[in-house]
């Protein structure tokens, strides 16, 4: 029989303090399982689904799901199982009904997640509920530590069935695109095109603005389109401007894990491709030397544009945005200094051909044919 989970109470923190020390250890450093304030304030938050299991009273297992209502999207996080309890299929049974029951609210269109690459169970686990593998993020710097995630998502029905038709892509994306429409089972594939050159680099002085109620209060009164505010579950909290005026890159920092994720930029995304260089080592020099993007599919100008300058796809989310009766797929960008190195993970066979398409792109790339780094 199935455990049955039910939604966390506030007088459960001591007890999922005390799950989250067993499974993880005194040094766990996710404020979500350490730090009871944050622990509360989630329990009763509106967008925030958090599900337990207890045996004879005492939890033994947690998941959480957040929803973006605003973007229709759902994540789930923070799966733990008590080790005395693992391998009887409750991480199983957890993600099935935290899934359901987003899915089942018709508030979300899609659940997305990431799973360390260090194990393989979590992976499968996903896999079994319906989940499909999306593709792989290398070299993200989680807590001091550089780590490859996996990400997964899956679909209420019907929706993969609305895609909006994507006519031209650039063919450096041929493997990823491939990949990901033979996972979920669409025939429809776009024709693959050489991209443009990288234009002429622009050099330019920053100006950093670190204060996020500003700056997220700046970025939806400045950037009216659904469309370039696409950015689900982060929040701006950093503006980076050039002295002279002229364009305007909203992001979120996280020293901790050392990324940025680039939410858009003022007039437009374009604007800020020629002084990519500048960017990139402002953020490098703030202890972000991963700097992420999301860019639709259908952008062929803007990713031709990335690539050229060292972006390189790591991920593709179908159906990811809802734009009326369809919607659009968005392809996730990584520029990161470090070269691909993938040994010790442990990844399903359904991750494969992302970690070869990313490997040889990255060669492609970064290494001449005698096997020495390009400058």
Same mark, same amino acid.
């Given at each position: 029989? #199935?455990?049955?989970?039910?939604? #966390? ?50 939890? =033994? ?63 499968? *686990? ?12 290398? %070299? ?25 038709? *994507? ?56 950037? %009216? ?18 002295? /002279?005026?002229?364009? /305007?890159?909203?992001?979120?920092? %996280? ?14 995304? /374009? ?7 500048? *960017? ?7 202890? #972000? ?7 639709? +599919? ?6 031709? #544009? ?5 972006? +390189?796809? =790591? ?16 392809? *996730? ?11 010790? +993970? ?17 060669? /492609? ?11």
């Amino acid at each position: 029989m #199935a455990p049955a989970f039910e939604p #966390a109470r506030l007088d459960d923190i001591d007890d999922l303090l005390r799950l989250y020390r067993r499974a993880h250890g005194a040094n766990y450093p996710i404020a979500m399982g350490t730090d009871p304030e944050v622990m509360a304030a989630e329990i009763e938050a509106r967008g925030t689904t958090w599900l337990v299991w207890r045996d004879e009273n005492r939890v =033994v297992a947690s998941i959480t799901g957040h929803i973006e209502h605003e973007d229709r999207l759902g994540k789930i996080a923070g799966l733990v199982v008590d080790p005395a309890a693992q391998g009887g299929g409750i991480a199983h049974h957890a993600v099935g009904q935290i899934t359901g029951r987003m899915l089942a609210t018709g508030d979300v269109d899609s659940v997305y997640g990431t799973a360390r690459t260090i194990h393989i169970a979590p992976q499968r *686990v996903c896999l079994r509920n319906g989940f499909h593998a999306l593709g792989l993020v290398p %070299n993200l710097f989680k807590h001091a530590k550089r780590e490859t995630m996996a990400l997964l998502a899956k679909h209420r029905d019907g929706v993969l069935e609305q895609r909006a038709e *994507v006519h031209k892509v650039p063919k450096q994306l041929e493997k990823l695109v491939t990949a990901t429409h033979r996972t979920i089972g669409l025939p429809h594939l776009p024709e693959f095109v050489e991209g443009a050159d990288l234009p002429e680099a622009e050099p330019s002085r920053l100006e950093i603005v670190e204060a996020p109620q500003f700056v997220q209060r700046h970025f939806e009164h400045t950037i %009216n389109d659904p469309a370039r505010r696409f950015y689900p579950l982060h929040k701006p909290n950093v503006l980076l401007a050039d002295e /002279q005026g002229e364009y /305007q890159i909203y992001g979120h920092l %996280n020293r901790h894990d050392g990324y940025c994720t680039i939410f858009g930029a003022t007039p437009n995304p /374009q604007t800020i491709i020629p002084h990519l260089a500048g *960017v990139i080592d402002t953020l490098t020099g703030m202890g #972000a030397p991963h700097v992420e993007t999301l860019v639709p +599919l259908h952008e062929f100008d803007e990713l031709s #544009a990335l690539l050229a300058f060292g972006f +390189l796809p =790591v991920a593709l989310y179908p159906a990811m945005r809802r734009d009326g009766d369809r919607y659009h797929d968005y392809v *996730v960008m990584v520029h990161t200094p470090q070269p691909p190195d993938f040994r010790g +993970l442990t990844i399903d066979e359904a991750f494969r051909p992302f970690t070869e398409q990313y490997i040889e792109l990255w060669t /492609q790339k970064f290494l001449n044919t005698n096997g020495v780094f390009r400058a």
